[in-house]
């Protein structure tokens, strides 16, 4: 792998993880400011989750400019390792069995992104 590979998928992890601590402090803003439940917001985790990482692969396709899909299931997975991690060595949580589909899900959306962001945003235009 390239420096330039590893820099914008670094980018677009980074990106999805500044996305999602921003939208993690307005949720739970709503949930201590307002008569907002968890139970009533249950699927804006998720909704944020798929942005996020859609946001994160567009971030590293733009970087990247080429190779759109393999940017963003690199961003995708380098993502879920890393909370994976988080989760097992910070919360001693193994329960990883039934999360395989959302993990999936996730690499999607951010492999959606990785090949937007390398077709609309890209600098360099084929004639």
């Known amino acids: ?47 944020i989750s798929f942005a996020a990482l859609f946001v994160g692969g567009v971030i590293a396709g733009t970087k990247m400019q080429e190779k759109g899909l393999i940017i963003g299931v690199v961003t995708g997975v380098t993502y879920c390792v890393l909370v994976l991690l988080i989760q097992f060595l910070g919360y001693n949580h193994t329960g990883w069995a039934g999360k395989f589909l959302y993990y999936g899900e996730n690499i999607i959306a951010s492999t959606i992104g990785g090949i937007i962001g390398v077709n609309f945003f890209s600098r360099s235009y084929k004639k």
């Open 1 to 47: 792998m390239s420096k330039r590979f590893i820099t914008a998928a670094s980018y677009g992890t980074i990106g999805s993880f500044i996305v999602i601590l921003f939208c993690t402090l307005g949720l739970s803003s709503i949930l201590r400011f307002t008569s907002a439940t968890e139970e009533s917001i249950s699927m804006a985790p998720m909704i």
